[in-house]
């Protein structure tokens, strides 16, 4: 069942550019305003400060755009469906709302329910099935890693001529340096490894004693930074350094992974000044973490204006799943939450903000998945989808920029073969076709199916954020009826889930669960491997890193290989692709 994608749209025309002296002036103005850098730190000088500041300046590396517009995909983290907004959030969310408005707001996008599968989904184009992460995430001591025989979206952009950085959160696997991002398709990366951690000094436990330094530049720990920067603003600076020193006559992907808004709750004091009346702390916390990546992604915009990059640039939002109601967000009127196969926990915020659009100001209601970034990508780049790619994503910018049929009809949200089995799940109760005992769920057109068990299910009204306590929390919490592993909703005409159609429409739920079966037969076995004690920090100089080398029995086996190798020409060449061969399988088996 995979795909390799939809017809492919006609080439982006030429942006046009705007006037570069106004917008260094209101580029600046509004970083001194609202931004939390310097002159110094925006790469002015004294005279050039003043200059700017009166709107006489030049723009810096301002030139003309080429055919291959510059991409940045903006990836929060655990931002609820609700926490924007234009979305209605008590919440300001001033810089998303502009963007979003200005560009194309898509309502009808989905993500994973969790980190590691939608990062994995977004640098592949292909679904957990088909890379072997559909259950859970990858844990810090785990032996595990993006298969390294995917080939990334930074590595097809680089074969047209990108220069790849990547700033933020990775979580995609490390424990050898094949894993690392510098490995994967980024000439840069400057960020973390893990899924969380301190904002403030970069840490984290993963158990007790099992602790960690988490912040690298490119391959190594990045020490020199530790200076208890906040982690948003600290990746937004070095946003602004990379867009300064690259020359925006040359395409540029920019995939900025920001911490925010995950645990563990942190923000900068200021932020807090207008959630005061917030009284429920978590819910206070996350706003204020949510002010300040508003702000972040802000002065983003402006450095693309200031250096040049804008007119010719692509910005994409999303986050990577839903919102945690325990740690502050909120996906309400949506059911469920982060790590669900609810909307609260896939369907999530997402725009596109870009001079190239044709229809700016619009609202995408066609399907659109995380997958679909990566042909899309590729395409307006001008580089090769190779044909041996079995991709699940669609290229989808005419749909977005044109307001045009989306090729997308499907979503498999996922199959987990090894989350715990729903205990009155059976292939009777799938009609013979399906165990309804697995973790599953489908989107086909209006409908969607799930079986098993979907995770924490309740709908968390606004008013839970308030002094009443988790008590008030669930008001509308569901008793689970006995046996009850099916569920069929028609997510057009209810994108609450409120109304289970399972029993009244029985020849759907066959079909759907039929589609369930064709995809599992195209799935790869589940890559989660127990924890390795190797990977505890202690034992790599208290930083979180790659700590896989081979055992020396197998250094000293292929050494004697080697030696045997050279008796002659034949047995030389056919020992070598048994080499090749084991050296594959070792690679397929442990990452």
């Known amino acids: 069942m995979a795909r390799s994608g939809g017809a492919w749209p006609r080439r982006l025309c030429k942006g046009k550019m705007l006037a570069v002296a106004v917008l260094a002036g209101l580029s600046v103005l509004s970083l001194l305003t609202y931004g939390y850098l310097s002159w110094d730190s925006l790469g002015f000088g004294p005279g050039e400060a003043e200059a700017a500041r009166t709107g ?62 939608s990062r994995s989904q977004f640098i592949t184009g ?43 959160k990775w979580h995609l696997g490390f424990y050898r340096k094949e894993c690392m991002p510098t490995q994967r398709g980024f000439d840069t990366f400057f960020g973390s490894l893990l899924g969380s951690g301190d904002y403030y000094t970069h840490f984290k436990c993963d158990s007790p004693g099992i602790c960690g330094y988490d912040l690298y530049e490119n391959d190594s720990a990045a020490w020199d930074h530790d200076n208890g920067i906040y982690s948003t603003q600290m990746y937004t600076q070095k946003v602004q350094q990379i867009l300064a020193s690259h020359n925006p006559r040359k395409p540029i992907f920019l995939y900025i992974a920001y911490q925010a808004v995950h645990s563990p709750l942190q923000a900068p004091g200021k932020y807090f000044e207008h959630y005061r009346s917030i009284n429920n702390i978590n819910r206070r916390r996350y706003a204020a973490m949510l002010a300040c990546l508003d702000e972040a992604i802000n002065n983003v915009t402006l450095a ?17 799943n839903g919102g945690q109601p325990m740690a502050g967000g909120s996906n309400w009127p949506l059911r469920g939450s ?34 679909d970034w990566f042909p899309t990508l590729i395409t307006l780049a001008e580089g090769q989808i190779d044909e041996d790619i079995q991709l699940d994503g669609y290229d989808i910018w005419e749909t977005i920029s044109e307001g045009r049929r989306s090729p997308r009809v499907d979503i498999l949200h996922n199959i987990d073969p090894i989350y715990t089995k729903a205990k009155n799940g059976s292939w009777a109760a799938g009609y013979g076709i399906w165990n309804t005992a697995i973790q599953s769920a489908i989107r086909v057109n209006h409908w969607k199916l799930l079986t098993g068990n979907p995770g924490y299910s309740d709908w968390v009204p606004p008013q839970a954020f308030s002094n009443a306590g988790p008590n008030r929390w669930h008001n509308e919490r569901v008793s689970w009826s006995a046996g009850k592993t099916v569920w069929l909703f028609n997510i057009t005409a209810d994108p609450y889930e409120r109304v289970d159609l399972s029993a009244r429409y029985p020849d759907i739920v066959k079909e759907l669960l039929r589609r369930l079966s064709q995809f599992n037969k195209t799935a790869v076995p589940v890559r989660y491997p127990p924890k390795d004690p190797r990977s505890n920090p202690k034992l790599n100089g208290g930083v979180w890193g790659p700590w896989f080398k081979e055992d020396e029995k197998k250094k000293k086996s292929d050494k ?18 048994k080499g090749q061969s084991l050296h594959c399988h070792s690679r397929l088996a442990g990452g």
Not at 150 to 168: C, F, I, R
Not at 305 to 320: A, F
Not at 560 to 577: E, F, H, I, P, T
């Open 560 to 577: 004697n290989k080697g030696v045997n190798k050279q008796k002659n020409k034949n047995k030389k060449k056919a020992n070598r692709k």
């Open 338 to 371: 982060k790590g669900t196969y609810w909307e609260g926990g896939i369907r999530a915020v997402g725009f596109v903000h870009s001079p190239l659009l044709k229809n700016k100001g619009s609202v995408c209601k066609e399907l659109v998945h995380i997958t």
């Open 304 to 320: 693309l204006k200031k250096y040049g990059y804008y007119d010719n640039s692509i910005i994409i939002y999303s986050s990577d």
């Open 126 to 168: 292909k679904y957990q099935i088909h890379t072997g992460l559909q259950h859970s995430i990858i844990r810090p001591t785990q032996p595990n890693c993006l298969p390294l025989d995917n080939v990334t979206l930074p590595q097809k952009l680089k074969e047209v001529g990108y220069s790849t950085h990547m700033v933020g």
């Open 56 to 117: 006489l300046s030049e723009e810096p590396g301002a030139s003309a755009p080429g055919s291959q517009p510059h991409i940045v995909f903006i990836l929060a983290d655990d931002q609820g469906f609700r926490d924007v907004g234009y979305h209605g959030s008590e919440i300001r969310t001033p810089t998303l709302d502009k963007l979003a408005a200005e560009g194309v707001k898509l309502e009808n996008y989905y993500v994973q329910p969790m980190c590691t599968p």
